[in-house]
């Protein structure tokens, strides 16, 4: 595998690799969040807040389309008034019912297991939003139902592309976090986003493919992370949520693999790995080495620690113990800490920088950022009901 970083000075190679404009896509995240802001949410989300608060709220995703949920648990934070769980398939919990409201998120609105959900969660009573493309099979199980109501998101870029259900997280979170202010879940919602719309505008100009190296955190981050195995740790609820979207943005992005946990276990169960083999340095470390002659990542850790801006004490205490660990044991890492804030907005800033390094990750070994999982096996994309099921 050959890993080019000089390909990061080269705007207009990256722009030809990246066939779909994943990275303009990601520019436009700010974008999309004004636009719902903008939006009239009285239609889709008045019935539900006439309803009260409901004993808990349920987020069902799928592949990209599950991060909203863990989005709102980690804004909504420890004291959340009712209970949020962000869920995957296949079946609802049975302690669900009509007590109980239900948010189905599906990009592209025809993912069969959250098709699934909502016709269950119809069947049990809960109430009900969907989430999802237009004149979608999601949009048609919402419509004309008791107690459901749906929300349409445009896929399609400022540049008229089709978005990838991961270049979505903002479109899709942005309506479950007005829905999440309007039940008093998370205190001054939509200022939030406003907040966080300009933090990801911020971080497009900053990370932006014409910025050179030196001055782009994410050119500077995916070097980090190409430079062998990376491990991500989240700390606070914010920072949980940032390296988990980086875990999965490597994979998806960049099929680089990486180890991601959340202090303070994290610190308890990885770190070993510190001290092992992955540690240490292969061999002498040449800065100035021809990194396309690589036959593969070196083997040895590269640490990212994504921290809240809010984190308990005891949690600070133990990542400061991570940073100082790496110090003495030559563990290279980068410490990566959320600005002030609203939680969605330090979640914003976070998120901004690692989405846009993962898509370098795959620029620099000139991959495509935009193929899928079911280009590896359709089996791994759209799954079909078996019979009988």
């Known amino acids: 595998m050959s890993v080019d970083d000089t390909l990061l000075d080269e705007p207009d190679e990256l722009v030809g690799i990246d066939s779909q404009r994943m990275l303009a896509s990601t520019a436009s995240a700010g974008a999309a969040i004004r636009s719902t802001l903008d939006a009239d949410d009285g239609h889709a989300l008045g019935p539900l807040v006439e309803q009260g608060r409901?004993?808990?709220?349920?987020?069902?995703?799928a592949g990209g389309s599950s991060a909203p949920g863990e989005v709102l648990a980690a804004v909504a934070g420890r004291g959340s008034p009712l209970p949020v769980f962000a869920l995957g398939g296949p079946a609802l919990p049975g302690w669900v019912g009509p007590m109980d409201l239900v948010v189905a998120v599906s990009?592209?609105?025809?993912?069969?297991?959250?098709?699934?959900?909502?016709?269950e969660a119809q069947r049990r009573g809960s109430s009900v939003l969907g989430i999802g493309a237009a004149n979608s099979p999601l949009q048609e199980v919402c419509s004309n139902a008791r107690g459901v109501s749906f929300w349409p998101v445009s896929r399609l870029s400022p540049l008229q592309d089709v978005q990838k259900a991961r270049s979505l997280l903002w479109a899709l979170s942005a309506p479950l976090l007005l829905l999440a202010g309007e039940l008093g879940i998370v205190a001054e919602a939509r200022d939030g986003l406003a907040g966080a719309a300009d933090r990801l505008d911020a971080r497009a100009l900053e990370c932006g493919v014409e910025v050179l190296t030196p001055e782009n955190p994410a050119?500077?981050?995916?070097?980090?992370?190409?430079?062998?195995?990376?491990?991500?740790?989240?700390?606070?609820d914010v920072g949980a949520v940032a390296a988990r979207r980086l875990g999965r943005q490597l994979a998806e992005n960049a099929d680089w693999p990486s180890v991601v946990g959340v202090l303070p276990e994290g610190a308890r169960t990885h770190a070993g790995l510190l001290g092992g083999p992955w540690a240490a340095p292969a061999r002498e470390e040449d800065i100035f080495r021809d990194r396309t002659l690589d036959s593969g990542p070196q083997p040895r850790l590269r640490a990212v620690l994504l921290r809240d801006a809010m984190e308990h004490p005891d949690t600070a205490t133990i990542a400061d113990a991570v940073v100082q660990t790496c110090e003495r044991l030559d563990v290279p890492c980068q410490e990566l800490t959320a600005t002030s804030g609203h939680a969605i907005e330090q979640l914003a800033d976070l998120v901004g920088l690692v989405d846009f390094a993962s898509i370098y990750t795959?620029?620099?070994?000139?991959?495509?950022?935009s193929h899928s999982a079911e280009d590896i096996d359709p089996r791994f994309g759209r799954w079909r009901r078996t019979e009988g099921r």
């Open 219 to 236: 050119k500077d981050l995916s070097i980090h992370l190409t430079s062998g195995l990376p491990l991500a740790w989240g700390s606070g």
């Open 54 to 61: 409901p004993r808990s709220l349920c987020v069902v995703g």
């Open 107 to 119: 990009a592209s609105g025809r993912t069969p297991e959250i098709l699934t959900f909502v016709s």
């Open 362 to 369: 795959a620029l620099m070994q000139r991959r495509d950022p």
